[in-house]
């Protein structure tokens, strides 16, 4: 079992940015990807940005050039940083955590919620 704490919601006007955090509870190295997720109100969970165990990233056309997912295995912690953000980038944003065998469930945070609103 591993936990996924998010952290770095918060109110930001458009064109701001906005850090968020997610801190796992144990090694991270051991989960094919960590991602971030994000559901806003009436709309289906998306996907925002992968990042792989060798690093390779994947991100949404909606945040390509915007957002930029890193990590640190040695503080077991996945980083998602936003830039310009915009008043429909407003949702509650998910930690992942992918396992290597497909047929385990993946891991999710309880959520941090973003709000772009002037």
């Known amino acids: 079992q591993v936990q996924l704490v998010e952290s770095g919601g918060g109110l930001v006007q458009p064109g701001g940015s906005l850090s968020l955090s997610c801190a796992a509870s144990?090694?991270?190295?051991?989960?094919?990807?960590m991602g971030w997720y994000r559901q806003a109100p009436g709309k289906q969970r998306e996907l925002v940005a992968t990042i792989a165990s060798g690093g390779r990233t994947n991100y949404a056309d909606s945040a390509k050039g915007r957002f930029t997912i890193s990590r640190d295995n040695a503080k077991n912690t996945v980083y998602l940083q936003m830039n310009s953000l915009r008043p429909e980038d407003t949702a509650v944003y998910y930690c992942?955590?992918?396992?290597?065998?497909?047929?385990?469930?993946?891991?999710w945070g309880q959520g941090t919620q973003v709000t772009v609103s002037s």
């Open positions: 992942n955590a992918k396992p290597w065998n497909s047929r385990s469930s993946d891991y």
């Open positions: 144990g090694s991270i190295s051991r989960f094919y990807a």
